[in-house]
Nanobody
Framework: QVQLVESGGGLVQVGGSLRLSCAAS????????MAWYRQAPGKQRELVAQLSSDGTRIYAESVKGRFAISRDNNNNTVYLQMNSLQPEDTAVYYC?????????WGKGTLVTVSS
């Protein structure tokens, strides 16, 4: 059974940093695409960053220069380093991976940026 498990969320002050992790289990091969999405209260879920196994990265405009996505292909783990956090970054962050013809989501981890 495929599972994505996020960790690393929490409460941080404006300008602070957090590092999120997402580990994919139940997968017997290297995952091609892994991504982070977020959903703020009252808003739609949006793509934050995506990283393919060939190294191609996609970032939302709002996080470019502040967030960095990386991965450990051997362990099917993806990371999101978040720097210079702002109150508008407050959201539940979800890990996502398209696998075997469908998309899998983690349960999410809450990031709260306080001013």
């Amino acid at each position: 059974q495929v599972q994505l498990v996020e960790s690393g969320g929490g409460l941080v002050q404006v300008g602070g940093s957090l590092r999120l992790s997402c580990a994919a289990s139940g997968v017997a091969f290297s995952v091609d695409v892994m991504a982070w999405y977020r959903q703020a209260p009252g808003k739609q879920r949006e793509l934050v960053a995506q990283l393919s196994s060939d190294g191609t990265r996609i970032y939302a405009e709002s996080v470019k220069g502040r967030f960095a996505i990386s991965r450990d292909n051997n362990n099917n783990t993806v990371y999101l380093q978040m720097n210079s956090l702002q109150p508008e970054d407050t959201a539940v962050y979800y890990c996502y991976a398209p696998l075997i013809g469908r998309g899998y989501w983690g349960k999410g981890t809450l990031v709260t940026v306080s001013s």
